[in-house]
Each structure stands twice: as C-alpha cells, then as structure tokens.
C-alpha cells in the first residue's frame, strides 16, 4: 500500500506530461531530427515524373497586392514592398536606396496609409484566365505555377486561415476581388494542355505568430493552409519558397510532404521543388532550383532555373525596355540551361487589374515562334556528353557583383564575347538517336562540330529547311556546309538548329 502513492503520482506526473507535451506542440506529434531524417529520406527516394523533366519551359507568376503600388527601384523585387516598406531596407542591384520605397509610399498614398490597404485595391477586374493559357500555350510553355500565397500572406482563394490573427480580411475570396481567383486559373491551363501548379510561401513576414515564434503558426496555420489548398485543387506541382529561417523541427515539412506523397488527392503524380526548410536547397526534395544565376547545376536531379523578363518577379512599373531580355537572349538562355540539363521557368507578373502586360506578351510570342520551328531541340531532350562547344579563350565567366544577374549575360558567353573571353559556339542536346547542334549566329559557309562522330546511316538538317546538308568527317569532328541564308525564309535568327540524326556515340 505504501508504493500506491508514488505511483500514482508517476503515473499523474507522465500522464500530465504528456498532456502539456500536446499542448505546447498544439496537439502535433513528437518531431525529433531522427524522425526529420527517415521521412527525407523516402522524400528524395521520390522519382520526379517524366512530364516535368521533358517540359523545359514553363511560366512563373508572381500576383497578389504588391501588384496595386507595383514599384520599387529597377534591381529589387517589387513583390517584397512590404518588407521594403516596413523594415526601411532593401536589397538587389544598383546599391538601391533603403528608404525608397517608405518615400514612394507617402508620396503616393499618403503618410497614414498601410500595405493591407492594397487589398482593396486589388480588383483583377479585367482577369481573363482562359486568355492566359492560351497565350502561354502560344509561348511553348508546358506548365505555369501561380503565386497562391506570397510572403506578404494574401492568399489569392477564399481561405479563412489567411486571417489568423490579423483582425482583417485578407484573401482574395473576402477582399478586392471577392472571388477565388485560382479555381479559373487551374481549370484554364488544363484547358490548354498545360500542367498547372502552384507556389506556396511557408513563412509570413508580418503574421503574428510567426514574429512570436509561436508553434501555433506551423500547426494552425502553416500545415492546414497547406492541405486546404492541395485538396481543393490538387496541383500538379508545388513550388515552395521562404524557408530559410528554420530548420525542419520547426517546420516539420517532411511530415508535411509525407501526407502529401501518400494521402493527398494529387498524391500520385505531385511535383515539388527543394525549399521544404532551412539547408533544404539542393539538397533535398524534388527538383533542384536556381534563381537569377548563371552557373546551371551538376548532379542527376533535375533542375530549374527561374528569373523575370527584367529584375523583378512582381510587375515593376520603374522598368524600362533596356531593363527587359531580349527575345534572342531569352531564347539562347532556354538553350543554354536545356544543354546542361536544367528547365527554364521564365516569370510575368501581371498588373492589378489581371492583364499581362504587352512587352510581356510579345517576349512569350517571341520565344513560342522559335520554338514552333525548332522545339524538337528543346522539349523531351536529355544533355550529350558536353553541353557547350566554346571557341578558344577563357571560359571563366566569373559571376558579376550583382545580387541577379540579367539574361542579356548570355549574349556575352555567345555572340559578344569581352576581349579575350571564350564563346560558347553551340549548345548540344540529345533524343532518340540525334544529336541537336543550336548555333547562337549563322557561322557563314561551314561549321566545325568538333567531338561529334556519325555513322554511315547519318542525316543532317537545319531545321526550318528542307533536304539535307552535306557534310563531312574530319579528324576534329564533323564539317557540316551551311546552305545559303534566305533572310525571307522560315529561319527565326534568335538561334539556328542542327540535326544530325544516328550519331555515334
């Protein structure tokens, strides 16, 4: 009898424990780094399918109020104004000015006026979704992924999680345009054939709990926000982003995922990217992801490359036409990160009001017109043996001491070689027995594709011509006589493409 009191208390003191340990961990299971590790693991054993990595180009778009104000200082990103705003710093190229855009706020708005007042003002009253995909389809695009919610918290479908804590209505469902503006969007591009996916920001710069640190904000928050948007539109691809203030034990996203891969509507053919939890990045989850670089990635994984048309995701309205990519460098830069095995994933930002502005449309129909004529090239290839073929000089073309580099850095590695520097003379790329030469400029009467062997039964192209080409074997490769250039042909002179059919290899 003297042992019934201890244990009982015991038994009181553990039972009490782990009610506060639910408590505490708003009712989520014990998380430990072993436990982080096991799932990863089965997440990165995950085979990405076929459709994403034979894509190689998709559409980005980045929506929401930042879209009303729509300015910041050209090399920013004018979808963080409400960082800008708020914490009176910033960052990108041009050694931007920290107080720019709290001037640019007062001047315009008015000194009591607030980031959350955009809300209303972003009507889309002009949004025509069925019109976006049939332009993206005109690009050549394969897939797009919307921004469903942004770091500013604003979710772009009626979702009541939006509102947690905040006192405000703060979904496009309840404010602005009082309608769900993703539902159309996911029916419009599978309309069109396109795969449709969506980009979700884990963190929330101003959300009360997460400034609090309180886990409120990962169990009652971040995870059921999460599931309401994938079982109500059951995206083919998810691109997350904002996670490199914590760890995986704060975010427990390999728990997250492991729902996703094994109980979610889209369970069995669901994409995702690598930015799950701080040191996530190239090193875990599904395909890779460069943002405003240069370098591609090595390794087996696919990966993606995402940038805007000029230095900004969000629309910039303080960008001018010298700030935007060139058609041919849009396309040499698809044809560069094809060769080394990446996807382009190429963003427009849309106005408030929800049309794309026009020299955004005409750079999409631009790259669509070259594409149509050479996109066998493109889609469904796998990288040769080397990439490039560089002309002789150096090839170390060190990044620039910018925060992003602008795609017109491909016309410098090609066409426009600095003194001195190599060019890359032509991209490869390979598919089904043939080996795809894509020339930057018209090489004149011949071209030497130096390391390529063919075989007796060989065949060589320009696309966009008809009959073959001679050619012949030489000690350094293949000779290949160019025929004569017709400027009123069918040829796009953003770049030229060569078959050459039963290589060797």
């Known amino acids: 009898m003297k042992l019934a009191v201890p244990i009982l208390f015991i038994a009181l003191f553990f039972s009490s424990t782990a009610v506060f340990g639910q408590k505490n961990n708003n009712d989520l ?6 436990t982080s590790k096991k799932l990863w693991e089965k997440i990165d054993k995950r085979e990405i399918p076929s459709w994403y990595q034979n894509a190689k180009f998709g559409i980005f778009i980045h929506w929401g109020p930042y ?3 729509s300015w910041s200082p050209v090399g920013t990103y004018t979808e963080w104004y409400q960082k800008w705003l708020e914490s009176r710093s910033i960052f990108g190229n041009n050694n931007p000015d920290p107080m720019a855009i709290p001037h640019f706020q007062n001047s315009v708005y008015g000194e009591e006026s607030s980031y959350y007042d955009f809300a209303k003002m972003f009507k889309a009253e002009l949004y025509n979704p069925e019109s976006w995909a049939k332009l993206f389809k005109r690009a050549g695009a394969k897939y797009v992924v919307l921004t469903s919610k942004h770091h500013d918290g604003f979710t772009l479908w009626p979702n009541q ?27 419009a591009m599978k309309k069109e054939g396109l795969k449709a996916g ?10 009360p709990w997460y400034l609090d640190s309180d886990p409120r904000f990962v169990s009652q928050h971040y995870h059921p926000q999460f599931k309401e948007l994938v079982n109500r ?3 083919d691809l998810i691109f997350a982003d904002g996670e490199w203030d914590h760890g995986d034990s704060y975010w427990r996203s390999g728990e997250l995922l492991t729902w996703l891969y094994e109980e979610s509507p889209c369970k069995d053919y669901v ?10 990045r190239h090193q875990h989850g599904g395909y890779r992801t460069t943002e405003y670089e240069v370098e591609g990635m090595e390794g087996d994984k696919p990966w993606e490359e995402n940038r805007g048309m000029g230095f900004s995701y969000g629309y910039n309205r303080a960008e001018n036409i010298e700030d935007y990519t060139s058609p041919k460098a849009m396309v040499l830069m698809l044809c560069d990160l094809v060769s080394m095995g990446g996807n382009l994933l190429l963003n427009v930002g849309p106005k408030s009001d929800g049309t794309i502005p026009v020299i955004m449309q ?8 070259w594409l149509d004529l050479n996109g066998e090239a493109i889609y469904g290839t796998i990288k040769w043996k080397k990439p490039f073929q560089w002309s002789a000089g150096d090839r170390d073309y060190k990044k620039k001491n910018v925060s992003y580099v602008g795609g017109d850095y491909i016309l410098d590695q090609t066409i426009r070689p600095p003194k001195g520097m190599a060019a890359k003379e032509v991209f ?10 894509i020339l930057p400029k018209w090489p004149g009467n011949e071209i030497v594709l130096r390391d390529v062997q063919v075989s007796k039964d060989s065949k060589v192209t320009l696309l966009g011509i008809d009959g073959f080409l001679s050619f012949e074997d030489d000690k350094e490769g293949v000779i290949v006589t160019m025929p004569t250039y017709n400027p009123n042909g069918k040829l796009v002179d953003y770049a030229y493409v060569l078959k050459i059919e039963n290589i060797r290899l």
């Not at 209505?169 to 029916?187: S, T």
């Not at 930015?275 to 996530?280: A, N």
């Not at 750079?363 to 669509?368: A, D, K, P, T």
């Open 29 to 34: 299971p014990p998380y430990s780094e072993r």
């Open 271 to 280: 994409v995702i990217n690598d930015r799950w939890f701080k040191g996530c």
């Open 198 to 207: 969506l980009y979700y920001s884990l963190y929330e710069w101003y959300h």
């Open 362 to 369: 005409e750079r999409l129909l631009q790259i669509g017109h």
């Open 428 to 437: 490869f790329t390979y598919k089904d027995g043939s080996l795809y030469a």
């Open 233 to 235: 539109y059951t995206p």
């Open 67 to 69: 879209a009303v104000p």
């Open 161 to 187: 999680h939006a509102q947690d804590m905040r006192e405000m209505e703060w979904n496009a469902g309840e404010v602005g345009p009082k309608k769900d503006l993703i539902a159309p969007y996911m029916l």
